[in-house]
């Protein structure tokens, strides 16, 4: 489900500024691939108790920061907001993922499946220059379609499309101006583990 303009500017600059203070405390750090270590063109970090990490060990949900080692920041009000909003899921989110692009950064095409709990939707927020955003089926083959992301809008991967093959073509530079320093934040606001019996 697509909610284009969900966070309106006055919005979108609180919650820049929350993640400003997210990064100061949890630096963005260069993820890469399993296996062969090559880097990501996305910077990330995360807030909430978990996050989502990749290095050659593979990708997981760890409570500490890959390289300062302190446990990620906690969520800010905004997240949680957006979370009871739009995901119409009766537990928390336990983590957010912060992905930062540059003019050149792109993201292949994947599932979101690293989670236990796939009942729980993944609520992503997008801010800064808008992107080709491609989606597809819950197969790798299948076809798929693109559409913009912008500043502000929202997008839910629920039930059937909960593990819709998804990832960023390309930014469109210059498209927004939240971002002085250009490119494009996501987040992904997660729920990682299955609710308590
Ligand atoms: C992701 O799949 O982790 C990011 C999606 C996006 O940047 O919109
Ligand atoms: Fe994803």
């Not at 197969?139 to 593990?163: C, E, Y």
Request: charged letters at 20%; hydrophobic letters at 40%; one cysteine or more.
């Amino acid at each position: 489900m697509l909610r284009s303009s969900y966070l309106d500017r006055v919005a979108q600059e609180q919650l820049l500024a929350a993640i400003r203070a997210i990064i100061r405390e949890a630096p963005l750090f260069p993820p890469r691939m399993p296996r062969t270590g090559s880097p990501f063109s996305v910077q990330m970090t995360n807030c909430g108790r978990l996050g989502w990490v990749s290095d050659v060990a593979g990708y997981r949900y760890q409570e500490t920061h890959p390289i300062t080692g302190r446990p990620w920041p906690a969520f800010p009000e905004l997240i949680l907001a957006a979370w009871s909003d739009l995901a119409r899921y009766p537990h928390p989110p336990e983590a957010c993922l912060i992905n930062y692009y540059g003019p050149s950064a792109k993201m292949g095409l994947h599932q979101d499946r690293d989670e236990h709990d796939f009942a729980a939707p993944v609520v992503s927020l997008s801010l800064g220059d808008t992107c080709i955003f491609r989606y597809g089926g819950a197969t790798r083959r299948g076809p798929t379609h693109t559409f913009r992301l912008a500043s502000g809008d929202a997008m839910v991967l629920a039930q059937d499309n909960r593990l819709a093959f998804h990832g960023v073509d390309r930014i469109i530079p210059g498209t927004s101006t939240l971002l002085p320093e250009g490119g494009r934040f996501n987040l992904t606001i997660r729920r990682v583990t299955p609710p308590p019996a």
